[in-house]
């Protein structure tokens, strides 16, 4: 039953000729599929048709191959052979009653054009701006150019249309739209009537939309996506321009979708980024408009979703990362089983799929993008197979997730915990520097749980392999996690660094259990994710004197595909922390480190009382090489399977843990497959010679 205060969510919204049937808004996100694996993209997106979204967007859609982004894989339309597969995705969409869109994208200086060998266009002649700084140059647009843009554009219209979309997009944010360049005086120099004065520089803007609702209006709602603040400086768009835009043109587009500046500044994690965090941008352009307006910001509440509309910032209540975390969030709030959803943690794992061209993954929803790879689906299980009892060691974020699915395929499940909390790494990587939301991991299994009889939860359970065999469960899941290596072990070093037994060595696992430094403290980050840079930001906020010092040329260097790496960096900064970049600590010695140049070998000393190790981590894996060693013993005792998963087989994100936890608790007592893949794929048609 729904609860009454969240009826607003749920009323029909008109975009231009369509209606939605309710606030809940999917706008555009990636999700490493794109053009290289449609069915996997439109089955996902039909998952969320079926959990109640309202209006749910494709990726960034390439709509000609002049401007494309290779190699990063999103969508393309370029010509008629593309329309099958967006067709495709159209009716997926569409299938549960939502409003199918499409976002097109001419990349302009964001296009280096690296598979087309296009030259790339834009308002100006400017370098490409794109995440590899490609040593490319876009050429200025003429007139011509303009005509053939606008040509191009109502060709994409047409094939959207043919394809089943209700709604076309066009993409004017992040940086990343041909629309954005144009409005903002820091790509567009012209000075004819495309450039100078903020009319002039809406003009192709106006074009694009008068003209898409000439070719496709009467069908079609047309949307636009702009920056709601470039934030790069005072030639930039800045929000009180965007006022002024939207105030001259608020009737032009059916709706308009803001999203804040750069892909960083929208999507920044949690740990920077509160839900939410986009209100005072968006606050009073309702106002200028008669037309519906959609925002994001990460929101994971009904209660800040009823506030965003009730207080008329918002029409349509905007989301990417929560309807990855949960698809089924529109219908969770509408059958009242608020505690059900699966809160988005703001880790950003989801973008790095994007960024690192390969299928993304969810922390908290390990189905995504495996509902056609696999047949996963968010919330149902399969029926349990031949065996009844399943003994999970660790409650961790592995084993959680393994006892959850467990759970609702219908087998008892005794969940063994060697402390006395859940959630393992994640209980205790919460309770660092902004890390806070990450707690959800363990709070959503920990209620869900709670709900089942058939899963039973023991605290202060650090079993033996003795323990183990004499239990009488068929079963046994080794979800024991990982520690943090002591020794330097990791990419810089294969075997143990030189380490002088009189400085003294700490490693995350210590800073967590609250065993903290002082003093001049010297931080080897040799791990390259977030663990590194949130530990040197919580030893200077305890008053430590920090050096940071990596072999990377960025610190914490793998949260760049996270979109928070800048964010690190300028905060430790302002914090006062010495990053020492491009330089490996050689050995500890009693007073300090040696460090070496990873280039040069040029050496440098550095002075220190302490010195933290992030480097890899180690498997807590003993009592399952004991288990191993005595499998010949396993029939006897009625054991039918052991796995280790998780950490506890190999360290990696928590996101790799919830995988590995479901995708266990998905193949238990299931056919063994041998060498065929575990996954559906699509392999390219040979076209005729």
């Excluded at 709030?333 to 969810?362: H, K, P, Q």
């Excluded at 920090?546 to 990377?552: D, G, M």
């Amino acid at each position: 039953m729904r609860d009454p205060r969240y009826d607003i969510l749920f009323e029909p919204m008109k975009i231009g000729p369509v209606t939605a049937k309710n606030r809940f808004y999917q706008v555009p996100h990636c999700n490493g599929g794109g053009y290289r694996d449609p069915s996997a993209a439109a089955q996902m997106r039909k998952t969320k048709s079926e959990g109640g979204w309202g209006v749910i967007f494709t990726e960034q859609t390439e709509m000609h191959h002049t401007s494309e982004i290779t190699p990063f894989i999103e969508l393309r339309l370029w010509d008629d052979a593309d329309v099958p597969m967006l067709a495709k995705m159209a009716d997926a969409m569409k299938e549960h009653g939502a409003l199918a869109g499409i976002q097109l994208a001419y990349s302009g200086v964001n296009g280096p054009n690296l598979y087309s060998k296009e030259v790339p266009r834009g308002p100006s002649a400017l370098p490409i701006r794109t995440f590899t700084n490609d040593p490319v140059q876009a050429r200025a647009m003429d007139k011509q150019d303009i005509r053939d843009l606008r040509r191009w554009h109502r060709n994409a219209y047409k094939r959207a249309k043919q394809a089943g979309f209700d709604l076309v997009c066009l993409y004017g944010a992040h940086g990343f739209g041909i629309i954005q360049h144009f409005l903002s005086t820091a790509t567009n120099q012209r000075t004819d009537e495309y450039g100078g004065s903020l009319e002039n520089r809406t003009r192709l803007m106006r074009e694009l939309i008068e003209e898409g609702r000439d070719a496709i209006g009467e069908t079609c709602g047309l949307t636009l996506r702009i920056s709601l603040d470039e934030v790069v400086g005072e030639l930039g768009f800045a929000n009180s321009e965007v006022r002024d835009m939207i105030e001259m043109h608020g009737d032009l587009p059916d709706l308009w979708d803001l999203a804040h500046g750069a892909w960083e500044d929208c999507s920044g994690p949690s740990r920077f980024k509160e839900e939410a965090a986009q209100e005072d941008l968006v606050s009073g352009i309702r106002k200028l408009t008669s037309k519906p307006v959609v925002g994001v910001g990460r929101f994971t509440s009904p209660d800040v979703m009823v506030r965003m509309v009730k207080s008329g910032t918002l029409d349509f209540i905007g989301c990417a990362r929560p309807s990855i975390a949960d698809p089924f969030l529109p219908k969770k709030v509408e059958e009242g089983r608020i505690e059900d959803i699966r809160e988005c943690i703001g880790c950003n794992i989801c973008i790095t799929g994007d960024m690192t061209m390969s299928i993304s993954r969810c922390t908290q929803n390990p189905t995504f993008m495996e509902e056609w790879r696999k047949g996963w689906h968010p919330e149902r299980m399969q029926q349990k197979g031949a065996s009844e009892s399943v003994l999970i060691l660790g409650a961790g974020p592995a084993g959680l997730e393994a006892a959850r699915a467990l759970g609702l395929r219908g087998y008892k499940v005794a969940l063994a915990e060697a402390g006395t909390e859940l959630g393992g790494r994640v209980a205790r990587e919460c309770r660092l520097p902004g890390l806070s939301a990450w707690g959800r991991v363990r709070d959503y299994r920990q209620y869900q749980l709670s709900q089942m009889p058939n899963v039973d939860i023991y605290f202060d359970s650090r079993l033996s392999a003795d323990d183990i065999m004499d239990f009488g469960f068929e079963n046994i899941a080794i979800a024991t996690g990982s520690t943090w290596r002591n020794d330097g072990v990791a990419r810089a070093h294969v075997v143990r660094m030189p380490i002088n037994s009189s400085m003294p060595i700490y490693t995350p696992d210590d800073l967590m259990a609250g065993t903290m430094p002082s003093g001049r403290v010297v931080l080897f980050d040799d791990d390259h994710y977030y663990m590194g840079g949130v530990l040197a930001e919580l030893m200077a906020r305890q008053g430590a004197q920090v050096t940071l010092i990596t072999p990377s040329a960025y610190v914490s260097d793998w949260t760049r595909n996270t979109l928070e790496q800048g964010a690190i960096h300028k905060r430790l900064a302002g914090l006062g922390v010495d990053i020492v970049l491009n330089r490996t600590v050689t050995s500890v010695e009693a007073g300090g480190v040696a460090t070496a140049c990873i280039y040069t070998g040029v050496e440098r000393d550095f002075p220190a009382d302490a010195v933290i190790l992030v480097t890899s981590r180690l498997q807590d894996d003993t009592v399952w090489r004991e288990l191993q060693a005595r499998q010949l013993d396993w029939a006897a005792q009625g054991i039918r399977s052991i796995k280790v998963i998780g950490d506890a087989e190999a360290p990696g994100p928590i996101a790799w843990a919830t995988y590995a936890g479901h995708r266990y608790a998905r193949e238990l007592d299931e056919a063994d497959i041998g060498d065929a893949l575990p996954f559906r794929r699509e392999v390219a048609a040979l076209a005729a010679d």
